[in-house]
């Protein structure tokens, strides 16, 4: 029951911090999107949230030691995991102009980025209070490794999309 509750709190607590923090950077989005969009570095978040490797630290460290640094880990992967959420809401306006075009490729490209970002966006409400529950039981199995190959899906179509609207110029055109 008390886990339960937890869980519930964290995903509230999650969902009004992914709520207000990409509103209110999505308002000027279309602007220069560019500017509103933050590097995640796929391979270490990977990494972040890899059975193997927290295995390997719990077997190479002393229990103390493992669940301080798998913690720190934990609170790296959920900034990993707002970034995307955020990167995500960002993606969402400028899909959601190009699927306006009369360009059926190009509609049709920003129509599976509008579904890959709300995925992504979804995945990240579910995947924060996951990741927070790790923290506060280290040892429990915490999987997130889907994220990633949800964001780059969602990296390859905002590169396709830009290349279909703005065929000279490019994804950097149409950011």
């Keep these: 029951m008390i886990i339960a509750l937890i869980l519930a709190l964290a995903a509230l607590l999650s969902l009004l911090l992914v709520r207000l923090t990409g509103r209110r950077r999505n308002l000027k989005a279309l602007e220069n999107p560019a500017e509103h969009l933050r590097a995640?570095?796929?391979?270490?978040?990977?990494?972040?949230?890899?059975?193997?490797?927290?295995?390997?630290?719990?077997?190479?460290?002393?229990?103390a030691e493992f669940r301080k640094i798998q913690r720190e880990r934990l609170r790296a992967a959920v900034d990993y995991v707002s970034c995307a959420a955020q990167n995500a809401g960002v993606l969402l306006r400028v899909a959601d102009a190009g699927r306006r075009s009369s360009d059926p490729?190009?509609?049709?490209?920003?129509?599976?980025?509008?579904?890959?970002?709300?995925?992504l966006r979804l995945y990240a409400l579910h995947a924060i209070p996951r990741l927070y529950l790790g923290m506060i039981f280290p040892g429990?199995?915490?999987?997130?490794?889907?994220?990633a190959?949800?964001?780059?899906?969602?990296?390859?179509?905002?590169?396709?999309?830009?290349?279909l609207q703005y065929p000279t110029g490019g994804v950097s055109a149409a950011l």
Excluded: H, W
């Design 140 to 147: 429990a199995r915490i999987s997130a490794g889907s994220m």
């Design 149 to 163: 190959e949800s964001y780059e899906q969602m990296t390859r179509l905002i590169v396709l999309l830009g290349c």
């Design 105 to 119: 490729a190009t509609a049709e490209a920003a129509e599976k980025l509008v579904n890959n970002a709300l995925r």
């Design 40 to 63: 995640v570095d796929i391979d270490a978040f990977r990494n972040l949230v890899d059975p193997s490797e927290e295995q390997f630290l719990r077997v190479n460290l002393a229990p």
